[in-house]
């Protein structure tokens, strides 16, 4: 069953993305020409995410990397294929802007367990799967505490408590959070080659 906070949490959800939306547009249209400056291909990156239930949907978010995979046969990491635009705008977490329109049309929340990619919901113990009880957020407890830096395990443990724990006053925490580790710039990268190694199964989430 449903806590009333859920419904709450909507409502407040869709207010606050509906008062962020112009000065959001204004950031996004900015970021969308320095990114065409800068590099050929689309300035918005869609994919397909796990979200409420494991629904799947599409998620936007601007486009920090060059299109290009390979260099000499080798496989370039994250950290290389990131633009010098990009690395501003992944900095300030401007890449997340789009995902207001993911929160307008219900698919996601300002704060949840982040959207994970579709090739992982056949790998997840069925504790783990619990992180998609929620909307997925474009912040949650994993991202405010250690973000990137995490290992799978600890990130799906956090989700989870996430889940059992949601309230108003812990949306508040994370967003405060949220905005401190955004200005000090904390945990937005695992390491220097990469930015999150993939997830491959229960065994080795810890690994």
Not at 22 to 48: H, N, R, W
Not at 108 to 116: A, E, K, V, W
Request: net charge positive.
């Amino acid at each position: 069953m449903r806590k009333p906070y859920w419904y709450i949490k909507y409502v407040l959800d869709m207010l606050l993305a509906l008062v962020l939306l112009l000065p959001a547009l204004a950031a996004v249209s900015l970021c969308y020409i320095l990114i065409k400056m800068e590099t050929k291909g689309p300035a918005l990156f869609v994919q397909d995410r796990a979200g409420y239930k494991g629904k799947l949907f599409k998620i936007y978010k601007l486009r920090t990397m060059i299109e290009q995979t390979k260099r000499d046969g080798k496989a370039l990491s994250d950290m290389e294929r990131m633009t010098r635009t990009g690395r501003v705008i992944r900095a300030l977490s401007l890449d997340e802007l789009p995902q207001l329109l993911n929160i307008l049309k219900g698919e996601m929340s300002f704060i949840g367990p982040r959207p994970l990619l579709v090739q992982y919901l056949p790998l997840y113990s069925p504790q783990q799967m619990r992180r998609h009880d929620v909307r997925p957020g474009i912040s949650g407890w994993a991202q405010v505490n250690g973000r990137n830096e995490l290992s799978w395990e600890q990130k799906f443990e956090r989700d989870v408590w996430y889940v059992d724990h949601m309230s108003f006053g812990l949306d508040m925490k994370i967003l405060w959070m949220t905005i401190m580790n955004v200005l000090k710039r904390r945990g937005i990268n695992a390491g220097v080659s990469e930015t999150m190694v993939m997830f491959d199964g229960i065994n080795k989430a810890g690994a």
